[in-house]
């Protein structure tokens, strides 16, 4: 399935798209510029993603200024 144009804290915009219950891309657009936090399960991965970004433990943040955009996509790693 998929959702476009979610709005999370922070002003930020998002489009998920998931396959079996797991997500497998993520784009997200700021409004206003900042750090988008996104806190990953432990059994996904992240296997690309158009921007840099850092990890701190399960959390990838990722540096964004107004009207930037950044496309993750998600593989599953294993089973929980």
Do not use: Q
Not at 3 to 10: A, D, E, P, S, Y
Not at 16 to 33: H, Q
């Amino acid at each position: 399935g998929h959702v476009k144009g979610l709005r999370t804290r922070g002003g930020y915009e998002a489009d998920i798209r998931w396959e079996n219950g797991s997500p497998v891309y993520l784009a997200v657009k700021a409004e206003g510029g900042g750090v988008f936090r996104l806190k990953i399960a432990d059994n996904m991965k992240s296997i690309e993603c158009s921007r840099e970004y850092k990890t701190d433990g399960s959390i990838l943040e990722i540096p964004l200024g107004a009207g930037e955009e950044c496309e993750l996509r998600f593989e599953k790693t294993k089973e929980i």
